[in-house]
T-cell receptor, first 116, second 115 residues
């Protein structure tokens, strides 16, 4: 079974600075997808970024980028120029391609606080 | 386009009762997944429905069940509620189901409190 581990339960960063959230996963599959989701205090889960395992290039979405290391099974999220609105829980998630299901396996999350 | 809608937003029940939660996916989405979120266990997959068929089920007791209707709306039911069922229940929809990396869009959730 796949597992996702986020080793940082809480982090804080000053506004405008850069922060990196860590995620490691375990799987025997070769093709899969990885996601970072953000859950602000209002609770609605929002996709931040998606990475396809067969793509070497790291995904980027504006201030958000990932460092995907397939061999190391590592998938970290970098937030540049942090903003107050980035304060949220961040979840790393894995989706396999065997079995044909949309099931996501989530890490326990990292609570990020951006301080003014 | 309207997002994923979950009703009700809040629910208070007592032990032994049963509860039904509803989820309306984004228009055109045919896959609906349910997750339970608790402080201790985090986000856990309950089940996924696609074209009215359950495609996958998580490791939850048989008291947790669900269904999907022909318009893709989904309901989940929990019978004989226990205190440990208190959680935020999240519904997510995606266009289809399979081996692709489709983005799942989440609803705001239903907060269930069991007293």
């Amino acid at each position: 079974a796949q597992t996702v581990t986020q080793s940082q339960p809480e982090m804080s960063v000053q506004e405008a600075e850069t922060v990196t959230l860590s995620c490691t996963y375990d799987t025997s599959e070769n093709n899969y997808y990885l996601f970072w989701y953000k859950q602000p205090p209002s609770r609605q889960m929002i996709l931040v970024i998606r990475q396809e395992a067969y793509k070497q290039q790291n995904a980027t979405e504006n201030r958000f980028s990932v460092n995907f290391q397939k061999a190391a099974k590592s998938f970290s999220l970098k937030i540049s120029d942090s903003q107050l609105g980035d304060t949220a829980m961040y979840f790393c998630a894995f989706k396999g391609t065997q079995g044909g299901s949309e099931k996501l396996v989530f890490g326990k999350g990292t609570k990020l606080t951006v301080n003014p | 386009k309207a997002g994923v809608t979950q009703t009700p937003r809040y629910l208070i029940k007592t032990r032994g009762q049963q509860v039904t939660l509803s989820c309306s996916p984004i228009s055109g989405h045919r896959s609906v997944s349910w997750y339970q979120q608790t402080p201790g266990q985090g986000l856990q997959f309950l089940f996924e429905y696609f074209s009215e068929t359950q495609r996958n089920k998580g490791n939850f007791p048989g008291r947790f069940s669900g269904r999907q209707f022909s318009n893709s709306r989904s309901e989940m039911n929990v019978s004989t509620l226990e205190l440990g069922d208190s959680a935020l229940y999240l519904c997510a929809s995606s266009p289809t189901s399979g081996t692709g990396g489709y983005i799942q869009y989440f609803g705001a959730g239903t907060r269930l409190s069991v007293l």
